[in-house]
């Protein structure tokens, strides 16, 4: 195929919601479901996939708003199809939702470009390492100490560098969680998430007890959008403990501001959130400019590739909820190798395919 050729003709997406293992909470939040919103873009004789995590009103918002801005549009593309996408979205709101539903298109435009070219995509963005060190993320608040010990000691056993719980929920347990997170995985590293339970000078109380547990990484141990608080925290945080946070962010815009006011010692970013490749690459550039680390947040099977395309890559978290998720839906699901991820170089795009016999199942939208 000559390039140029190929043109968007059909979009589509669906939603299947997956329910958890066990009961699951962090310190702002409890589910027992996640729902994964899957998109397929078609052009050229070929099929492109993208998803994201989101409620299935995403899938309402790809197959109507998005698929009117994409369809036509050139499918070697990626960037100013999702410029298209955005200004459709002006007024219905290019984060939350919206932005979700948009992250998803690009992803799957992204993976049909590479597929047309019949190469990995990682080979297309240009490949900046073989693989990228993954950490094992779950302990949710939720969790019997038993649980805890059993998923975070398992992690470390098997090779992961490092591992992470979720912490606020009950601020006074913290301390003998973390220290039972310890005693399970030995020399790992220790990360914890609050998912901005604390207040700011909690944070910093709480931070001290932590460090004696030898944890590294503090994630928004305030709201996120309490960038003054962040910075505070990052400030008088424990030596040798990193602050982080961006998980939300859906523009570079965003993560601008946020490394503007010092908030964070690595930024996190979601192409499933911030609008896809094109909007996560836009992050990486936005943390290199600021010489600050780059950690992507869930959906492993994306940010494997992508985090391998990038130039300050610090880790990709392989979260638990996700990787059950993509391991059953997602047919070429990657899975670590001596605590890292690496994308399929034998397979097109993202090497990925939807089992749809197995997420019809779950089909909600």
């Known amino acids: 195929m000559a390039l140029g050729q190929a043109t968007v003709e059909r979009v589509h997406a669906a939603a299947y919601r997956v329910p958890t293992d066990a009961p699951e909470s962090d310190g702002t939040l409890a589910w027992d479901a996640t729902t994964l919103v899957v998109a397929e873009v078609e052009g050229g004789g070929a099929r492109g996939l993208g998803y994201t995590y989101a409620d299935a009103a995403a899938a309402a918002v790809v197959n109507g708003l998005l698929s009117e801005a994409v369809r036509g549009a050139d499918a070697l593309d990626a960037p100013a199809a999702s410029r298209a996408m955005r200004r459709a979205l002006r007024n219905v709101g290019p984060a939350g939702v919206g932005g979700m539903a948009l992250s998803a298109v ?5 993976d049909l470009h590479a597929r047309l070219l019949g190469v990995p995509l990682v080979a297309l963005l240009g490949r900046a390492r073989p693989a990228v060190p993954a950490y094992g993320s779950g302990g949710f608040c939720s969790y019997a100490p038993e649980r805890l010990r059993e998923q975070l000691g398992g992690w470390a056993s098997e090779g992961f560098p490092a591992v992470k719980m979720k912490v606020g929920r009950d601020p006074r347990a ?23 339970a604390y207040g700011r ?8 007890a932590f460090a004696d547990e030898g944890v590294t990484w503090l994630e928004e141990p305030v709201p996120s959008d309490d960038l003054a608080g962040l910075r505070l925290v990052r400030e008088r945080a424990p030596a040798g403990m990193d602050v982080a946070a961006g998980e939300y962010g859906h523009d570079p815009a965003y993560f601008r501001r946020m490394l503007e006011a010092g908030a964070v010692d690595v930024l996190q970013a979601d192409a499933t959130r911030c609008g896809g490749v094109t909007g996560f690459l836009a992050a990486a550039a936005v943390a290199a400019a600021f010489g600050v680390p780059l950690s992507s947040h869930c959906a492993p099977s994306l940010h494997a590739t992508l985090m391998c395309a990038v130039e300050r890559a610090a880790h990709a978290e392989w979260f638990h909820d996700h990787v059950r998720i993509e391991a059953l839906l997602l047919e070429g699901a990657p899975r670590p190798s001596g605590g890292a991820l690496a994308p399929d170089l034998s397979r097109p795009g993202l090497g990925l395919e939807l089992r749809a016999r197995d997420a019809e199942r779950h089909a909600v939208a």
């Open 106 to 110: 690009d992803v799957a435009l992204w």
């Open 174 to 196: 913290d301390p003998e969680r973390v220290r039972a997170a310890r005693e399970a995985i030995g020399a790992a590293g220790l990360f914890v998430d609050a998912n901005g």
């Open 201 to 208: 000078k909690q944070a910093l109380a709480l931070a001290a």
